[in-house]
Protein backbone atom coordinates (compact mmCIF):
# COMPACT_ATOMS: atom_id res chain seq x y z
CA UNK A 1 0.00 0.00 0.00
CA UNK A 2 1.65 3.61 -1.25
CA UNK A 3 2.02 5.87 2.00
CA UNK A 4 -0.75 8.57 0.05
CA UNK A 5 -3.24 5.08 0.39
CA UNK A 6 -2.55 4.67 3.79
CA UNK A 7 -2.55 8.21 5.29
CA UNK A 8 -6.36 8.24 3.37
CA UNK A 9 -7.23 4.60 4.54
CA UNK A 10 -6.35 6.03 8.60
CA UNK A 11 -7.93 9.10 7.96
CA UNK A 12 -11.17 6.69 6.75
CA UNK A 13 -10.57 5.12 9.75
CA UNK A 14 -9.81 1.98 7.94
CA UNK A 15 -7.11 -0.60 8.66
CA UNK A 16 -3.89 0.20 7.62
CA UNK A 17 -1.65 -3.31 5.66
CA UNK A 18 0.01 -5.23 8.15
CA UNK A 19 -1.84 -3.98 11.14
CA UNK A 20 -3.96 -6.30 13.70
CA UNK A 21 -7.41 -5.65 13.10
CA UNK A 22 -8.20 -3.85 16.63
CA UNK A 23 -11.47 -5.78 18.61
CA UNK A 24 -14.18 -5.49 19.66
CA UNK A 25 -16.11 -7.05 17.00
CA UNK A 26 -19.40 -6.15 15.87
CA UNK A 27 -22.35 -7.30 13.72
CA UNK A 28 -24.24 -5.59 10.87
CA UNK A 29 -27.19 -5.90 12.62
CA UNK A 30 -26.06 -3.10 14.93
CA UNK A 31 -25.92 -0.68 11.87
CA UNK A 32 -29.62 -2.04 9.80
CA UNK A 33 -32.08 -4.17 11.47
CA UNK A 34 -32.56 -7.29 10.12
CA UNK A 35 -36.43 -7.88 8.63
CA UNK A 36 -37.63 -11.47 7.61
CA UNK A 37 -39.50 -10.72 3.67
CA UNK A 38 -40.97 -12.94 1.55
CA UNK A 39 -37.50 -12.61 -0.40
CA UNK A 40 -35.96 -14.01 3.13
CA UNK A 41 -33.46 -12.12 5.71
CA UNK A 42 -32.80 -8.67 4.23
CA UNK A 43 -30.87 -5.66 5.53
CA UNK A 44 -32.75 -2.99 4.51
CA UNK A 45 -33.34 0.32 5.50
CA UNK A 46 -35.72 2.72 4.52
CA UNK A 47 -36.35 6.26 4.87
CA UNK A 48 -38.75 9.49 3.45
CA UNK A 49 -37.17 12.16 2.21
CA UNK A 50 -40.69 14.55 1.95
CA UNK A 51 -42.42 15.76 -0.91
CA UNK A 52 -41.06 16.03 -4.94
CA UNK A 53 -42.59 16.95 -8.12
CA UNK A 54 -43.88 14.71 -10.78
CA UNK A 55 -41.92 14.61 -13.36
CA UNK A 56 -42.86 15.78 -16.78
CA UNK A 57 -42.22 13.24 -19.21
CA UNK A 58 -42.03 15.11 -21.95
CA UNK A 59 -39.28 16.88 -20.85
CA UNK A 60 -37.33 13.93 -19.90
CA UNK A 61 -37.91 12.56 -23.02
CA UNK A 62 -36.52 15.37 -24.75
CA UNK A 63 -33.45 15.61 -22.14
CA UNK A 64 -32.68 11.93 -22.52
CA UNK A 65 -32.78 12.56 -26.28
CA UNK A 66 -35.04 8.89 -25.65
CA UNK A 67 -36.23 7.64 -29.06
CA UNK A 68 -38.97 5.86 -27.49
CA UNK A 69 -42.22 7.10 -24.66
CA UNK A 70 -41.18 7.19 -21.14
CA UNK A 71 -43.76 7.06 -18.61
CA UNK A 72 -41.97 8.63 -15.24
CA UNK A 73 -45.07 7.92 -13.07
CA UNK A 74 -43.07 5.28 -11.37
CA UNK A 75 -39.99 6.29 -11.65
CA UNK A 76 -36.77 3.63 -9.61
CA UNK A 77 -33.58 5.41 -9.11
CA UNK A 78 -30.99 3.14 -8.45
CA UNK A 79 -27.13 3.31 -7.16
CA UNK A 80 -24.50 0.22 -6.16
CA UNK A 81 -21.53 0.28 -3.96
CA UNK A 82 -19.27 -2.88 -5.15
CA UNK A 83 -15.99 -4.35 -4.18
CA UNK A 84 -14.85 -2.56 -7.26
CA UNK A 85 -15.31 -0.77 -10.30
CA UNK A 86 -13.71 -3.57 -12.95
CA UNK A 87 -16.96 -5.17 -12.73
CA UNK A 88 -16.68 -8.69 -13.89
CA UNK A 89 -17.81 -11.98 -12.10
CA UNK A 90 -15.57 -11.72 -9.13
CA UNK A 91 -17.26 -7.86 -8.47
CA UNK A 92 -20.43 -8.41 -5.99
CA UNK A 93 -22.75 -5.16 -4.92
CA UNK A 94 -23.06 -5.12 -1.74
CA UNK A 95 -25.44 -2.42 -1.48
CA UNK A 96 -28.52 -1.15 -3.19
CA UNK A 97 -29.98 2.24 -2.74
CA UNK A 98 -32.98 3.17 -4.66
CA UNK A 99 -35.48 5.92 -4.62
CA UNK A 100 -39.18 5.48 -5.30
CA UNK A 101 -42.06 8.08 -5.11
CA UNK A 102 -44.83 6.74 -3.21
CA UNK A 103 -47.60 9.29 -2.37
CA UNK A 104 -45.91 12.17 -3.82
CA UNK A 105 -43.09 11.57 -1.25
CA UNK A 106 -38.92 10.31 -2.02
CA UNK A 107 -38.36 7.07 -0.25
CA UNK A 108 -34.94 6.05 -0.24
CA UNK A 109 -34.52 2.16 0.47
CA UNK A 110 -30.97 0.32 0.89
CA UNK A 111 -30.11 -3.23 1.21
CA UNK A 112 -27.24 -4.77 2.67
CA UNK A 113 -25.78 -7.67 1.64
CA UNK A 114 -24.45 -9.19 4.72
CA UNK A 115 -21.48 -11.32 3.14
CA UNK A 116 -20.82 -13.08 0.24
CA UNK A 117 -22.81 -16.20 -1.37
CA UNK A 118 -26.59 -13.97 0.35
CA UNK A 119 -27.37 -12.33 -2.48
CA UNK A 120 -30.62 -13.89 -3.44
CA UNK A 121 -32.90 -11.98 -1.44
CA UNK A 122 -31.71 -8.61 -2.05
CA UNK A 123 -31.43 -9.70 -6.13
CA UNK A 124 -34.97 -10.82 -5.52
CA UNK A 125 -36.01 -7.79 -3.85
CA UNK A 126 -34.84 -5.65 -6.53
CA UNK A 127 -36.50 -7.26 -9.15
CA UNK A 128 -39.97 -6.99 -7.05
CA UNK A 129 -39.02 -3.00 -7.16
CA UNK A 130 -38.12 -3.03 -10.90
CA UNK A 131 -41.32 -4.80 -11.78
CA UNK A 132 -43.03 -1.92 -10.07
CA UNK A 133 -41.65 0.87 -11.36
CA UNK A 134 -42.16 2.21 -15.12
CA UNK A 135 -38.39 3.66 -15.33
CA UNK A 136 -35.11 3.32 -14.45
CA UNK A 137 -32.69 6.10 -13.95
CA UNK A 138 -29.46 6.42 -13.04
CA UNK A 139 -26.01 7.98 -12.80
CA UNK A 140 -23.86 6.04 -14.92
CA UNK A 141 -25.53 2.71 -14.91
CA UNK A 142 -26.39 1.98 -18.38
CA UNK A 143 -22.18 1.55 -18.22
CA UNK A 144 -21.60 0.31 -15.02
CA UNK A 145 -24.67 -0.20 -12.43
CA UNK A 146 -26.57 -2.25 -14.79
CA UNK A 147 -24.04 -4.80 -16.44
CA UNK A 148 -22.90 -5.55 -12.80
CA UNK A 149 -26.28 -6.02 -11.26
CA UNK A 150 -26.99 -8.53 -14.61
CA UNK A 151 -23.91 -10.71 -14.22
CA UNK A 152 -24.83 -11.00 -10.08
CA UNK A 153 -28.38 -12.62 -11.52
CA UNK A 154 -26.50 -14.62 -13.72
CA UNK A 155 -24.10 -16.05 -11.29
CA UNK A 156 -27.10 -16.47 -8.65
CA UNK A 157 -29.15 -18.47 -11.67
CA UNK A 158 -31.83 -16.10 -11.09
CA UNK A 159 -33.90 -14.72 -14.02
CA UNK A 160 -32.97 -10.79 -14.92
CA UNK A 161 -35.30 -8.48 -14.20
CA UNK A 162 -38.20 -7.45 -16.67
CA UNK A 163 -36.70 -4.70 -19.01
CA UNK A 164 -37.73 -1.15 -18.47
CA UNK A 165 -36.48 1.97 -20.48
CA UNK A 166 -33.96 3.21 -18.38
CA UNK A 167 -32.28 7.01 -18.39
CA UNK A 168 -28.55 7.55 -18.01
CA UNK A 169 -28.10 10.88 -16.32
CA UNK A 170 -24.59 11.33 -16.78
CA UNK A 171 -25.50 11.41 -20.33
CA UNK A 172 -28.65 14.01 -20.09
CA UNK A 173 -26.00 16.55 -17.37
CA UNK A 174 -23.39 15.87 -19.94
CA UNK A 175 -25.05 17.26 -22.76
CA UNK A 176 -26.49 19.99 -20.47
CA UNK A 177 -23.37 21.27 -18.60
CA UNK A 178 -20.65 20.27 -21.58
CA UNK A 179 -19.85 23.74 -21.72
CA UNK A 180 -20.16 24.74 -18.00
CA UNK A 181 -18.05 22.05 -16.36
CA UNK A 182 -14.88 20.67 -16.50
CA UNK A 183 -15.63 17.57 -14.62
CA UNK A 184 -18.73 15.86 -14.48
CA UNK A 185 -18.74 13.37 -11.15
CA UNK A 186 -22.28 13.26 -9.53
CA UNK A 187 -20.16 15.03 -6.49
CA UNK A 188 -19.31 18.17 -8.75
CA UNK A 189 -22.69 18.50 -10.17
CA UNK A 190 -23.50 18.47 -6.52
CA UNK A 191 -21.46 21.25 -5.33
CA UNK A 192 -21.75 23.54 -8.52
CA UNK A 193 -25.36 22.99 -9.79
CA UNK A 194 -27.60 21.62 -6.75
CA UNK A 195 -25.46 23.66 -4.14
CA UNK A 196 -24.95 20.66 -1.88
CA UNK A 197 -21.93 20.42 0.54
CA UNK A 198 -21.30 16.63 1.60
CA UNK A 199 -20.06 17.02 5.33
CA UNK A 200 -17.63 13.68 6.64
CA UNK A 201 -18.70 11.76 3.16
CA UNK A 202 -16.41 8.66 2.56
CA UNK A 203 -14.51 9.09 -0.90
CA UNK A 204 -15.44 6.99 -3.95
CA UNK A 205 -12.34 4.88 -4.21
CA UNK A 206 -12.13 3.84 -0.21
CA UNK A 207 -15.65 1.73 -0.25
CA UNK A 208 -14.43 -1.31 -1.05
CA UNK A 209 -11.71 -1.34 1.61
CA UNK A 210 -14.61 -0.72 3.99
CA UNK A 211 -16.11 -3.93 2.84
CA UNK A 212 -13.39 -5.94 3.11
CA UNK A 213 -12.66 -4.76 6.64
CA UNK A 214 -16.08 -5.53 7.70
CA UNK A 215 -16.01 -8.85 6.50
CA UNK A 216 -12.50 -9.46 8.31
CA UNK A 217 -13.22 -7.39 11.52
CA UNK A 218 -16.61 -6.74 11.78
CA UNK A 219 -16.38 -2.89 12.16
CA UNK A 220 -19.54 -0.90 10.97
CA UNK A 221 -18.45 2.28 11.35
CA UNK A 222 -16.88 2.89 8.48
CA UNK A 223 -20.07 1.03 6.60
CA UNK A 224 -22.29 3.93 8.27
CA UNK A 225 -20.45 6.22 6.19
CA UNK A 226 -21.21 4.07 3.06
CA UNK A 227 -24.60 3.96 4.02
CA UNK A 228 -24.71 7.69 3.77
CA UNK A 229 -22.65 8.75 0.92
CA UNK A 230 -25.18 5.67 -1.20
CA UNK A 231 -28.04 7.53 0.20
CA UNK A 232 -26.73 11.33 -0.58
CA UNK A 233 -26.28 9.86 -4.35
CA UNK A 234 -29.22 8.30 -4.91
CA UNK A 235 -30.86 11.64 -3.53
CA UNK A 236 -28.63 13.98 -5.89
CA UNK A 237 -30.03 12.00 -8.80
CA UNK A 238 -34.20 12.68 -7.64
CA UNK A 239 -32.38 16.33 -7.21
CA UNK A 240 -30.86 16.99 -10.34
CA UNK A 241 -33.88 15.50 -12.57
CA UNK A 242 -36.06 18.25 -10.86
CA UNK A 243 -33.33 20.91 -11.96
CA UNK A 244 -32.71 19.71 -15.06
CA UNK A 245 -36.49 19.67 -16.04
CA UNK A 246 -36.81 22.87 -14.18
CA UNK A 247 -34.36 24.13 -16.69
CA UNK A 248 -35.61 22.62 -19.48
CA UNK A 249 -39.34 24.09 -18.97
CA UNK A 250 -37.82 27.73 -18.20
CA UNK A 251 -38.85 27.54 -14.39
CA UNK A 252 -35.36 27.54 -13.14
CA UNK A 253 -32.84 30.96 -13.99
CA UNK A 254 -29.70 29.47 -16.14
CA UNK A 255 -25.91 30.45 -16.72
CA UNK A 256 -25.19 31.37 -20.69
CA UNK A 257 -23.11 28.05 -20.89
CA UNK A 258 -25.92 25.98 -19.28
CA UNK A 259 -28.03 27.55 -21.66
CA UNK A 260 -25.69 26.64 -24.70
CA UNK A 261 -26.22 23.01 -23.75
CA UNK A 262 -29.98 23.50 -23.18
CA UNK A 263 -30.10 24.89 -26.57
CA UNK A 264 -28.07 22.17 -27.82
CA UNK A 265 -30.22 19.21 -26.77
CA UNK A 266 -33.16 21.32 -27.94
CA UNK A 267 -32.09 21.79 -31.19
CA UNK A 268 -30.90 17.85 -31.54
CA UNK A 269 -34.46 17.28 -30.32
CA UNK A 270 -36.13 19.59 -32.87
CA UNK A 271 -37.91 21.94 -30.90
CA UNK A 272 -36.35 24.82 -32.37
CA UNK A 273 -38.70 27.90 -30.76
CA UNK A 274 -37.12 26.50 -27.53
CA UNK A 275 -33.55 26.21 -28.91
CA UNK A 276 -33.41 29.78 -30.15
CA UNK A 277 -34.90 31.28 -27.14
CA UNK A 278 -31.96 29.35 -24.97
CA UNK A 279 -29.36 30.46 -27.69
CA UNK A 280 -30.87 34.50 -27.05
CA UNK A 281 -29.44 33.76 -23.22
CA UNK A 282 -26.66 31.62 -24.28
CA UNK A 283 -25.24 34.84 -26.35
CA UNK A 284 -24.55 36.97 -23.26
CA UNK A 285 -21.80 35.12 -22.05
CA UNK A 286 -18.37 33.73 -23.37
CA UNK A 287 -20.21 31.19 -25.32
CA UNK A 288 -21.55 33.91 -27.68
CA UNK A 289 -19.65 32.47 -30.18
CA UNK A 290 -20.75 28.99 -30.02
CA UNK A 291 -23.87 30.22 -29.37
CA UNK A 292 -24.26 32.29 -33.02
CA UNK A 293 -22.53 29.50 -34.75
CA UNK A 294 -25.52 27.38 -33.52
CA UNK A 295 -28.53 29.95 -33.87
CA UNK A 296 -26.70 30.17 -38.03
CA UNK A 297 -27.81 26.37 -37.96
CA UNK A 298 -30.99 26.48 -36.53
CA UNK A 299 -32.30 29.40 -38.83
CA UNK A 300 -30.53 27.54 -41.83
CA UNK A 301 -32.89 24.49 -41.15
CA UNK A 302 -35.69 26.49 -40.89
CA UNK A 303 -35.17 28.20 -44.02
CA UNK A 304 -34.22 31.52 -42.53
CA UNK A 305 -31.65 32.20 -44.53
CA UNK A 306 -30.44 36.29 -44.00
CA UNK A 307 -31.05 35.57 -40.13
CA UNK A 308 -28.36 32.86 -40.36
CA UNK A 309 -26.15 34.65 -42.19
CA UNK A 310 -26.35 37.43 -39.62
CA UNK A 311 -25.99 34.90 -36.60
CA UNK A 312 -22.21 33.80 -38.31
CA UNK A 313 -21.29 37.56 -38.73
CA UNK A 314 -21.40 38.31 -35.12
CA UNK A 315 -19.68 34.61 -34.51
CA UNK A 316 -17.11 35.51 -37.08
CA UNK A 317 -15.91 39.04 -35.21
CA UNK A 318 -15.73 36.74 -31.57
CA UNK A 319 -13.71 34.03 -33.45
CA UNK A 320 -9.83 33.19 -33.69
CA UNK A 321 -10.36 30.51 -35.89
CA UNK A 322 -12.78 31.97 -38.42
CA UNK A 323 -12.18 29.69 -41.27
CA UNK A 324 -15.23 27.06 -41.19
CA UNK A 325 -17.62 29.94 -40.49
CA UNK A 326 -16.38 31.75 -43.33
CA UNK A 327 -17.16 28.22 -45.70
CA UNK A 328 -20.74 28.19 -44.35
CA UNK A 329 -20.93 32.09 -45.03
CA UNK A 330 -19.63 30.85 -49.12
CA UNK A 331 -22.11 28.38 -49.22
CA UNK A 332 -24.94 30.42 -47.40
CA UNK A 333 -24.54 33.43 -49.93
CA UNK A 334 -23.51 30.97 -53.15
CA UNK A 335 -26.53 27.94 -53.07
CA UNK A 336 -29.21 29.61 -51.11
CA UNK A 337 -29.19 33.75 -51.74
CA UNK A 338 -27.19 33.97 -54.65
CA UNK A 339 -25.28 36.67 -54.10
CA UNK A 340 -22.16 35.36 -55.57
CA UNK A 341 -19.79 38.68 -55.06
CA UNK A 342 -20.00 37.88 -51.37
CA UNK A 343 -19.51 34.19 -51.71
CA UNK A 344 -16.34 34.69 -53.27
CA UNK A 345 -15.48 37.31 -50.55
CA UNK A 346 -15.64 35.06 -47.73
CA UNK A 347 -14.14 31.62 -50.08
CA UNK A 348 -11.11 34.09 -50.02
CA UNK A 349 -11.16 33.33 -46.48
CA UNK A 350 -12.35 30.21 -45.93
CA UNK A 351 -8.81 28.01 -47.33
CA UNK A 352 -7.99 26.49 -44.13
CA UNK A 353 -11.05 24.50 -43.85
CA UNK A 354 -11.25 22.72 -46.31
CA UNK A 355 -8.88 20.19 -48.39
CA UNK A 356 -7.10 22.18 -51.38
CA UNK A 357 -8.78 20.80 -53.98
CA UNK A 358 -11.96 21.37 -53.16
CA UNK A 359 -11.50 25.08 -52.28
CA UNK A 360 -9.81 25.36 -55.76
CA UNK A 361 -12.71 24.06 -57.74
CA UNK A 362 -15.15 26.31 -55.15
CA UNK A 363 -13.11 29.43 -56.63
CA UNK A 364 -13.29 27.90 -60.25
CA UNK A 365 -16.80 27.82 -59.60
CA UNK A 366 -17.77 31.09 -58.63
CA UNK A 367 -15.51 33.37 -60.27
CA UNK A 368 -17.88 31.71 -63.69
CA UNK A 369 -20.70 33.22 -61.61
CA UNK A 370 -22.58 36.58 -61.55
CA UNK A 371 -20.74 39.56 -62.63
CA UNK A 372 -16.84 40.46 -60.98
Avoid at 46 to 63: D, F
Avoid at 129 to 142: A, C, K, P, Y
Avoid at 169 to 186: G, Y
Avoid at 218 to 230: E, K, Q, T, Y
Amino acid sequence: MSIGLSIAARLAGLPIAGKRPAPPRARLDALIEPRETEFGCLYLKEANHGPVEGVNAASLEALSLSERALDPSRPLYFDTETTGLSGGTGTLAFLIGTAEVREGNVVVSQVHLPGPGQERPMLLWLTRRIEESTLLLSFNGRSFDWPLLRSRYVMNRLPPPPERPHVDLLHCARRVFRHHLDELKLSTLERRVLDVHRQGDIEGALIPTAWFDYLRTGRIAVLARVLSHNERDVRSMVDLVNRLTAAWEERHPVLPATALGLATVAARHGDDARALRFLSKASEGAVAEQAWSLEAEVRRRRGEYRESVEALLRAVQRSTAPAPLHLRLTKLYEHRLRDYELARQHAALCGPAEEALSHERRHARLSTLGNW
